[in-house]
């Protein structure tokens, strides 16, 4: 399939510059990948092939970039979307969530998984980094959808194990182009120093990146330090864990110590401020980090933490708490926000051909319409993205070159009465 | 025009009961009015007239609602959308917004608050509550698009003052059914004593409540105890400003007293967590007022400080914000601010017949389309509407009985793709 998109403005966030610059122009998919982006092509005869498009789709001024990138995300939670909300968050996790949990089968999680996927797909989400349970029923839900999915391992111990990490890492690294796994452990209080330090030694075999929860409440650090005498972050970094980088989700009660083994490692520390705020956690010290220079990038975490999977939410959420945060309007500003959701995520969870728009990156990309009240007037598309934009603005989802969603339509190969449907069985079963 | 809604879910807000409950049944307006609330109507010949209705609309399940209030914004500022953010307060409002505000021409409010309006038809906004100057401007707008608008006056000495307040209430509130108008000026920092005494004095006269920003941030309270040796809330109290109630817009910076007068008073509190994050004013103590049982109501406050008008965004901020203030996830639960957000406004502005769905009401009403993902399972509607709603699942906003907005389309007299070209030629002009 070969699809042109023309009469665009385009923001490729290609360079490492500062800024999200604007050209116009149009841009090209050959199959999954990126064949052209630049200026209109005025000779239709220089390209070629350029009459076998499938497509040409006229955008209309519209704006074509990268897709948004969920860095931390629990998928499959959506069947405890607004089930047990305002609740303290001990009463929330172990009354409410655990127990639910225990219930779900594999098939279950297919299917909510599919949820998510389409609530992705409407905000202009074309990859996200999926820490649940039932990872062949997350990895089928995403290649029979033709969601690109990134796993990330999940063991603390009970069934799991260091070897069921192992396992994994090799099939599902092998498994479809739109699959890949990065090793995962809950979290330091979920799992024990023994296997914390099997997940070190695979990290040193398979020189891989490793990434946890981590510092996402006061007393999750507190407890930390009393078990190990130093917070999680270091508790890592003293196993030996942080050799092949990684990230931690949340990084909301960090020290200074924390953040610098975050700087010299090079980690990933993945905010979720739509989730700490709906939970009570707190405000990660992002300006801080970014200050640093350590790597950001943005998740929305579960939908039964936050409630929804919207990009356009936690952009906002993470400027504008920095702002109350730091008493000043003037840090983290819109295109370091816009960045750091479409396009470092996607170096978070190791996607490295699905960061930007040029030739030979993967097609995941979206449109955005500009012709809607919230986008006018055109001072700042990448202000108007961060600061107005919504998930109305999606017009279009493409991923790996197939586009998933148009103008409120699904292609997703089931339909989304039918994911509905068995989604409310799902959640009616459970209840 | 008479119009049936049925196969709806119904959330009417009519009684003053704790909580959101949903009815299954049919709406039916009659002119500007709803003339029928309640269950399906099983005997077609039973309701008399029932043949004559102009159009049918099966709501297949959806949820006809209130349209939520804007209790507070400066509509016009469109054209400042997305211009100046990521600044200092005072550079912000001193350098960037105030200079471009003094080239405004009549004929650029005009059109800029038609902007606006449509932004607020697109997130299901049905009335706001337009403190901006060039006031003919604002009202000419909303009556040729068909909007509800309640003027709030704005003097702050200069041109304007007591006796303009004075005109333009006996004018506004004689002018058309859609516009009303309330007293008010701008702030405290920016109104003489001796104006304010005469606000004080009209609002005895015409027995008529009167807002203001107040207590925004913490500069302007410190500045109003060092001229006046108390804060502003206290100094309205003592200039007999308050007898006849009214409110405050933002409200963050509120102490004990100030709470216990708007408490005793009956006044309302707008709260803006949207612009107060933006501008890094900080968080109201809104769980700590509605603790006290004080009036609450939400508004966007004006594009250029927010930047988006979206009662969405604002309903999440309203309770995650306090969650964090409070270190407390339980604190203002979804009902609450459900009914902040589409209920209380219009009790506020004073549009006491746009407050709910019941017969005789003005037919300001909304459909929320739940078949979409982000509204899925449907464990809890309101929570749903809360914590994961997007202005994305407004399918239809309908005004004093016309649909305005419905399935993406405006029916407003005038053509979008023309008010945003000329808003972008005023946003030009003015840069």
Same mark, same amino acid.
């Given at each position: 399939m070969k699809i042109r998109f023309y009469n665009a403005r385009i923001m490729p966030l290609n360079n490492n510059d500062k800024g999200c610059p604007i050209i116009t122009g149009e841009l090209h998919t050959n199959g999954s990948k990126i064949s052209y982006v630049g200026k209109p092509v005025e000779n239709v005869e220089s390209v070629e092939s350029f009459e076998s498009f499938d497509r040409e789709i006229d955008c209309k001024g519209n704006l074509i970039m990268p897709g948004f990138k969920n860095a931390h995300t629990h998928s499959a939670m959506t069947f405890l979307r607004s089930y047990a909300d305002d609740l303290p968050l001990q009463e929330w996790l172990f009354n409410q969530i655990f127990p639910r949990e225990d219930k779900l089968t594999p098939d279950d999680v297919y299917i909510l998984t599919k949820l998510a996927i389409m609530e992705y797909l409407t905000g202009g989400i074309t990859s996200c980094f999926d820490m649940y349970f039932f990872r062949d029923s997350i990895a089928s839900a995403a290649v029979d959808t033709g969601y690109r999915m990134a796993l990330c391992g999940a063991v603390n111990g009970g069934a799991e194990n260091a070897k069921t990490l192992a396992r994994e890492y090799q099939k599902f690294n092998n498994y479809n182009e739109l699959i890949s796994y990065q090793l995962g452990f809950h979290a330091e209080y979920t799992t024990s120093l023994e296997l914390m330090k099997e997940v070190a030694r695979l990290s040193r075999n398979f020189k891989a990146p490793v990434f946890t929860h981590n510092s996402e409440t006061e007393k999750e650090v507190a407890e930390c330090k009393e078990r190990h005498g130093k917070t999680p972050t270091a508790l890592f970094e003293d196993l030996g864990m942080l050799e092949y980088g990684g990230g931690g989700f949340h990084c909301v009660h960090f020290d200074e110590n924390d953040m610098n083994i975050f700087k010299n490692r090079g980690l990933w520390a993945v905010t979720n401020p739509g989730s700490n705020t709906k939970l009570a956690s707190g405000i990660a010290p992002v300006w801080q980090m970014q200050k640093k220079g350590i790597n950001l990038a943005i998740g929305t975490d579960g939908p039964a933490s936050n409630n929804c999977l919207d990009m356009f939410r936690e952009m906002f959420l993470v400027t504008g708490l920095q702002?109350?945060? %730091?008493?000043?309007? +003037? #840090?983290?500003?819109?295109?370091? #926000? @816009? &960045?750091?959701?479409?396009? =470092? /995520?996607?170096?978070?969870?190791?996607?490295?051909?699905?960061?930007?728009?040029?030739?030979?990156?993967?097609?995941? @990309? &979206?449109?955005?319409? @500009? =012709?809607?009240?919230?986008?006018?007037?055109? =001072?700042?598309? +990448?202000?108007?993205?961060?600061?107005? /934009?919504?998930?109305? =603005?999606?017009?279009?989802?493409?991923?790996?070159?197939?586009?998933?969603?148009?103008? /409120?339509?699904?292609?997703? /190969? %089931?339909?989304? %009465?039918?994911?509905?449907?068995?989604?409310? %069985?799902?959640?009616?079963?459970?209840?």
């Open positions: 702002k109350i945060r %730091e008493k000043d309007a +003037a #840090v983290c500003d819109a295109q370091n #926000v @816009l &960045i750091m959701a479409a396009k =470092n /995520g996607a170096l978070a969870m190791g996607l490295v051909d699905s960061d930007c728009l040029s030739e030979g990156k993967n097609a995941d @990309l &979206i449109m955005i319409d @500009l =012709n809607q009240p919230n986008m006018q007037p055109l =001072n700042s598309i +990448a202000s108007n993205l961060v600061y107005s /934009g919504s998930k109305s =603005n999606v017009k279009m989802t493409m991923i790996n070159g197939k586009i998933l969603y148009e103008n /409120g339509e699904f292609f997703i /190969g %089931e339909k989304p %009465e039918d994911i509905y449907r068995k989604s409310n %069985e799902i959640a009616d079963r459970l209840r």
